[in-house]
């Protein structure tokens, strides 16, 4: 069905699975899934309420037209959905519809859909095939990739889940046409994070492209995908359940979820690993061990997208620290950080994230709080 060039292969223990990265095909979809997940006799469609008519309904034609009978069963849209509660009432629409051990699912829309439907496909009936479909910018270059699935909880985020693969991903670039500007620009900072611990290339062709990336123009966000989910797809496949090399993925994010969980969760993902990024890449440099500039390069991009780049005044580094505190990053006095030797290149000596002093850390989240305090 597919020429050569779209596809991207992951490494996985429940067997490797390909990732198509082409403009067009949601309208392909039935054709897609017939050939390469061809003992699923029916689909189950999972879309949150916004994604459902724009592209779920689009995605449950396709396959009912490639001769697999599919229905299309939708959530309310939103982070507060992805819950227990949202599994249930998945899992019990589809045990309803009669959906039997030879059906599957695909998961339609962003992150929250991809993780609660994946999570109800490893749990339906022991567990069941499923296809991501990935409609927003982060689910293309994150979450789709990789098999993690779960649900939040009132003690934290994803605390409770299960990794399972999809059997195949297909990514129609065209679907962020319809995404609203500020939630392509979260998306976006998670290329970023790609390009700043892997590929320096990658990093300067961002910066390049970032009007057209902000715009969701089709082949520049084409590119930028494929590129993120090579190099996505080659950490996971070689660090499937995060023993090692996965680690590096976390980037940005030790400061970025203590300053998402100290803003109480206002400040959204991607704005706070932006930040994150920042301060991280400034704690290498005070270190010595990241290249002089590497924090302001980053900080210039991250910038252009519209993402902050300086902690929003009113939240100090007081806070922050609490919050890493009790998300126990902080061990013996130690913050664990993964660093960059420059744009592009994860400084490895001593494991990928390393310890970092807490003082150190206070002192830059300090820093960066006075200067948002200037900038008020
Ligand atoms: N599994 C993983 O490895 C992994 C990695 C990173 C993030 N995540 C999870 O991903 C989630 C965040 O994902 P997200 O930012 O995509 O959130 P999301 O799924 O809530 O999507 C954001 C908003 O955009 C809408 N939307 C999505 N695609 C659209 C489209 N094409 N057109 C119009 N509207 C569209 C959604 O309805 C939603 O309102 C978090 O729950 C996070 O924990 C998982
Ligand atoms: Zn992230």
Redesign the pocket.
């Known amino acids: 069905v597919l020429e050569d060039g779209a596809a991207v292969t992951v490494a996985a223990a429940a067997g490797g699975y390909p990732v198509l990265v082409r403009r067009g095909l949601m309208a392909k979809l039935g054709e897609l899934v017939a050939d390469r997940v061809g003992e699923v006799r029916r689909w189950a469609v999972v879309s949150?309420?916004?994604?459902a008519p724009?592209?779920g309904e689009r995605a449950r034609a396709s396959l009912d037209g490639a001769g697999l009978p599919a229905s299309l069963h939708t959530f309310p849209?939103?982070?507060a959905h992805?819950t227990r509660a949202t599994w249930a009432a998945l899992t019990d629409d589809l045990l309803a519809s009669g959906l039997g051990r030879d059906g599957g699912v695909v998961a339609v829309?962003?992150?929250?859909?991809?993780?609660l439907a994946?999570f109800v496909a490893a749990t339906y009936m022991r567990g069941i095939p499923v296809v991501q479909v990935?409609?927003?910018?982060?689910?293309m270059v994150?979450?789709?990739?990789?098999?993690?699935?779960?649900v939040?909880t009132p003690a934290g985020?994803?605390l409770v889940g299960a990794f399972h693969a999809p059997r195949l991903v297909v990514v129609d670039p065209e679907?962020?046409?319809?995404?609203?500007r500020r939630?392509r620009a979260?998306?976006w900072c998670?290329a970023v994070k790609h390009g700043a611990i892997l590929d320096d290339a990658y990093l300067s062709r961002l910066e390049r492209d970032v009007a057209a990336l902000l715009d969701g123009a089709a082949d520049a966000v084409e590119r930028a995908v494929r590129r993120s989910v090579e190099l996505k797809a080659e950490v996971v496949g070689r660090d499937e359940r995060e023993g090692g090399l996965r680690e590096i993925l976390n980037f940005g994010h030790t400061l970025g979820h203590a300053l998402e969980a100290a803003s109480g969760y206002a400040l959204?993902?991607?704005s706070a690993v932006s930040l994150g990024m920042v301060l991280e890449a400034r704690l290498g440099e005070r270190l010595g061990a990241s290249e002089p500039g590497t924090a302001e390069r980053l900080a210039r991009v991250l910038g252009d997208l519209g993402l902050p780049t300086i902690p929003p005044a009113g939240l100090g580094a007081g806070p922050v620290m609490a919050a890493l505190e009790r998300d126990k990053k902080v061990r013996e006095g130690r913050v664990r950080v993964v660093l960059l030797e420059r744009p592009g290149v994860v400084s490895g000596a001593g494991g990928w994230a390393r310890p970092v002093d807490r003082a150190l850390a206070l002192d830059v989240l300090a820093e960066a709080s006075r200067e948002a305090g200037f900038q008020a």
Request: hydrophobic share 30%; charged share 20%.
């Open positions: 949150d309420d916004v994604v724009l592209h849209a939103g982070e992805k829309g962003g992150g929250v859909t991809g993780d994946g990935p409609t927003s910018v982060l689910a994150d979450s789709a990739i990789g098999g993690k699935t779960g939040d985020k994803n679907a962020v046409a319809t995404l609203p939630e979260q998306g998670e959204p993902h991607g």
